[in-house]
């Protein structure tokens, strides 16, 4: 599966391949796939493209639970509605996916505002000047 470099983006600090999938935007009656522990289905247009990609590698996702254990959620409050992404944990910070630790690496750009997600692995990244 080969991703040009018009697919290719940078979110929340980390470039990865940029795959579409955000399921939100499924609208056709197909089912998606069933996918391993870490992948999400892949979208393309408004359904399924039929595959199964990192859900680190994805431009946003639906919602934070398509972020395993593996990953954490950033999620950029922005508008009309918020973007989620499934973001790799920095080794040096452990588990700890906070604000102290993980925001700085994320929260970047006009996204800089750091606040601490409750009860999910993750942080939200405010844009104060938007």
């Known amino acids: 599966m080969g991703v040009s470099s ?4 940078c979110v929340a600090g980390r470039c990865v391949k940029g795959y579409e999938c955000d399921s ?3 609208v056709c009656l197909g089912m998606p796939p069933k996918c391993s522990a870490g992948e999400v289905p892949r979208v393309k247009g408004a359904c399924w493209a039929g595959d199964c990609v990192p859900a680190g590698e994805c ?3 639906a919602s934070c639970a398509d972020c ?4 954490a959620c950033v999620t950029n409050v922005a ?3 918020p973007v989620r992404h ?3 944990v920095p080794q040096i910070c452990g ?3 906070s604000c102290g630790c993980f925001g700085p690496s994320v929260c970047v750009g006009i996204f800089n ?3 601490d997600l409750s009860g999910v692995k993750g942080v939200t990244c405010g844009c104060p000047t938007c």
């Open 6 to 9: 018009t697919e290719v983006s």
């Open 24 to 26: 939100s935007k499924v």
């Open 59 to 61: 431009a946003s996702v």
């Open 68 to 71: 395993d254990a593996k990953y």
């Open 79 to 81: 508008k009309p509605a």
């Open 86 to 88: 499934c973001v790799d």
């Open 95 to 97: 588990a700890d996916a």
């Open 113 to 115: 505002q750091c606040n």
